[in-house]
């Protein structure tokens, strides 16, 4: 419910809603409507009709393609990550792709709205290839500017580091948005390869440790 709260669209001020949601709630538009029932005598408002503002929709949808390493110290991110596809591909506001790697990589953007259907196909163990994730990715990509990839990984890089940072510089100049999340350990502590998150940064990869209620508050500024 809070990631439905802070993903939902911006209050309309100037129009009014019959959907009876509390944060919605117009204070002054209700004191307006029902000034007429004021009950001289008790010295009091009768309130007799409710006002809630209307929230505006997002018309069209972002792609979200959340990108999950499944290397053997990547258990709870990986719990989290399926987690929160689940979240955004019931949310009108999205199309969620869902990939997992490690030296290989495992497409499930069609369980991305089953939580339990990815757990139960993630194969956790092996070695690690980040950028040849990366460059799968980037075929998904349909329109550059309406796109987020979301890479969760320690930035442990098996292979070529070089390769990685040039999938990563490729899509930043596509204008694609960009985060690296940061593995978390079952304390929610970040633990990640600090040296090679910054390569990335510099290319044009925001790096942060969020907990999923966080991503979705980021995502909210993104597409904002």
Not at 24 to 42: I, S, V
Not at 91 to 96: E, I
Not at 170 to 179: D, H, I
Request: aromatic share 6%; glycine share 6%; proline share 4%.
């Amino acid at each position: 419910a809070e990631v439905r709260q802070a993903l939902s669209g911006r209050l309309n001020r100037n129009r009014h809603s019959p959907m009876a949601v509390a944060q919605n709630f117009d204070a002054r538009g209700t004191l307006r409507a029902n000034l007429k029932h004021y009950d001289t005598e008790r010295a009091r408002l009768v309130v007799e009709q409710i006002k809630f503002f209307e929230r505006n929709s997002r018309r069209l949808p972002w792609d979200i393609i959340l990108c999950v390493d499944q290397s053997g110290s990547m258990v709870d991110s990986v719990i989290h990550s399926a987690v929160m596809a689940g979240i955004f591909a019931a949310l009108p506001a999205f199309r969620v792709k869902l990939v997992l790697f490690d030296t290989s990589i495992v497409d499930l953007s069609e369980h991305a709205d089953d939580p339990v259907e990815v757990l139960m196909q993630a194969q956790l163990g092996g070695g690690t290839d980040i950028g040849k994730a990366v460059r799968y990715c980037s075929q998904l990509v349909e329109v550059p500017h309406r796109t987020v990839l979301v890479l969760v990984t320690d930035f442990c890089e098996g292979a070529a580091p070089s390769e990685l940072v040039r999938a990563v510089r490729q899509l930043a100049e596509a204008r694609v948005r960009m985060l690296g999340l940061a593995a978390l350990d079952g304390n929610a502590h970040p633990v990640y390869d600090r040296q090679m998150a910054e390569r990335l940064a510099a290319c044009g990869m925001e790096i942060a440790a969020l907990t999923p209620q966080r991503l979705a508050q980021w995502l909210v500024k993104v597409i904002s």
